[in-house]
């Protein structure tokens, strides 16, 4: 007899419209729906986004504008408006998640473990001592105790106390 986790809340996510072509990043940012969307913050170069699918609670990503998937063809001004928002989201996860520790970076090409390879994304992922369990090592579950729609909220709310 298997062993069963209940994790109802996750049937909003497994009842999803499958994904549409194009590019997601590309896509959500062309939209004016931020909060559905998960986009949190936006600059002339860059938006600030949680993780659909995130490794911990306040998983986010920093997202340059421009379609591209070669770091060496960013600009400054891209460069600087994504790590603005690094800088902005570590503040606000120390807000709200008051982490032990960050992961800040990327994943370039699917060889390196890209999920979206074609638009390059740094992502920003708060750790906590004893954060990994066996539930991800012997399930292959992660365990996330809260919401993406809280987690949306608090993390937005510190942002606007944020300065720049």
């Given at each position: ?19 549409r ?7 959500v ?91 390059l ?27 993406l ?16």
């Amino acid at each position: 007899m298997s062993e069963r986790l209940w994790a109802p809340w996750r049937m909003a996510y497994v009842g999803k419209d499958p994904p549409r072509d194009g590019c997601l990043f590309c896509r959500v940012q062309s939209e004016s729906a931020d909060a559905s969307n998960l986009i949190l913050e936006r600059n002339d170069n860059a938006f600030l986004m949680l993780n659909a699918f995130p490794y911990t609670n306040g998983h986010m990503m920093a997202v340059p504008s421009r379609h591209t998937a070669d770091f060496t063809t960013l600009q400054e001004p891209e460069i600087t408006g994504v790590m603005a928002l690094v800088r902005r989201a570590i503040a606000a996860l120390e807000i709200v998640c008051q982490p032990h520790g960050l992961n800040v970076g990327m994943n370039l090409g699917s060889a390196a473990g890209a999920g979206i390879a074609d638009h390059l994304h740094l992502h920003i992922v708060p750790r906590w001592v004893g954060d990994t369990n066996f539930m991800g090592s012997v399930g292959d579950v992660r365990v996330m105790p809260d919401s993406l729609d809280s987690s949306y909220e608090k993390i937005a709310l510190a942002l606007r106390n944020v300065q720049s």
